[in-house]
């Protein structure tokens, strides 16, 4: 199936909230859902969906492979014991969680690797997370462009990501905006805030709406059904070009996942 703009995530979804939150989440209408490797809350996702009764096929799953299983020994059974923890045969998006696979592995190596679980159906499709410009072009002088899927970053009003979006649409590389609400922060913004008021809308929405109007897909989270709701209606919101050129000038390189393994990211 086509991955759906608006998906659902799950970072730091844990135990029962995790569980139940993409239960809801699935039941609310999201058919497009978001784990890692290292969230440790596949079995719960996993759980979840097969709790939904909702036909696999009718939704897109998203798992990263975590930076220590990057080599070529370990990135096929790291996805075999995804898959079974999320009681599912294939994956729709497999992603390089972040580029930074234990030393002396080269990106060769771990994405021939990935190139293998398609091969090997254990993914439909595979992509990229946390990837630069520089890197991405390595990337795809590796496997080549059309290999590549999406690459998922953080995006948001506060993190605007110009020069990576800028390449990626010239590119023809779709990108996936992770932590869209900077994790809550810029639903603060009184720029946001108003021109929320003006559709009477959330602040939320108009985040969601700017990105879509952006050709970017985004994942939200949220342990709140009223929440996740009203995220999915932000579909039907449409800003206007001035309220878009007010939402680029909140910009302000305002990055929340800096773990010390990023790259050298692009200004
Ligand atoms: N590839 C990567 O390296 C990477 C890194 C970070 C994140 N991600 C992905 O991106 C997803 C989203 O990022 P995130 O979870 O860090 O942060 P986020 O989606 O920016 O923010 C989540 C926060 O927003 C709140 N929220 C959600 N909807 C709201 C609404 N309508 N009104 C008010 N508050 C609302 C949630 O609270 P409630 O629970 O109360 O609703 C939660 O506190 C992750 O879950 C993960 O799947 C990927």
């Known amino acids: 199936m086509n991955m759906p703009v608006l998906g ?4 730091r979804l844990q135990d029962e ?22 969230y440790g809350n596949e079995e719960q996702v996993g759980q979840a969906i097969a709790d939904s009764q909702i036909n696999h096929n009718e939704i897109f799953v998203t798992t990263k ?30 992603l390089v969680h972040w580029p930074a696979a234990p030393a002396g592995v080269e990106m060769e190596e771990y994405l021939n690797a990935m190139l293998e679980a398609k091969k090997a159906g254990l993914t439909r499709e595979i992509g990229l997370s946390n990837f630069t410009v520089s890197q991405i072009k390595q990337a795809a002088e590796t ?9 998922q ?28 609400f900077a994790y809550g ?11 929320a008021h003006s559709h009477q809308a959330t602040p939320a929405q108009v985040v969601l709406a700017w990105l879509r109007q952006k050709n970017m897909t985004t994942i939200p989270s ?4 009223q929440n996740m709701q009203a995220n999915m209606q932000s579909l039907w919101l449409t800003l206007n ?22 790259p050298q990211w692009d200004e």
């Open 8 to 11: 659902f995530g799950t970072f």
């Open 17 to 38: 909230l995790a569980y139940q939150s993409t239960l809801s989440a699935l039941k609310l209408g999201y058919r497009h859902i978001d784990t890692a490797q290292i």
């Open 65 to 94: 492979v975590w930076n220590d299983n990057l080599t070529q020994l370990k990135l096929l059974d790291s996805v075999k014991q995804s898959l079974s923890k999320l009681q599912l045969d294939a994956v729709d998006l497999l």
């Open 143 to 151: 496997i080549s462009m059309d290999d590549i899927f999406t690459n």
């Open 153 to 180: 970053v953080e995006v948001h009003p506060y993190l605007q990501n110009n020069t990576l979006g800028e390449f990626c649409d010239n590119a023809g590389l779709h990108i996936t905006a992770y932590m869209p």
């Open 185 to 195: 922060k810029v639903l603060k913004d009184e720029v946001i805030q108003s021109i």
């Open 222 to 225: 949220s342990t709140n059904e």
């Open 241 to 262: 070009e001035a309220e878009i050129q007010a939402i680029a000038k909140l910009d302000c390189g305002d990055r929340q996942a800096t773990p010390d393994f990023s």
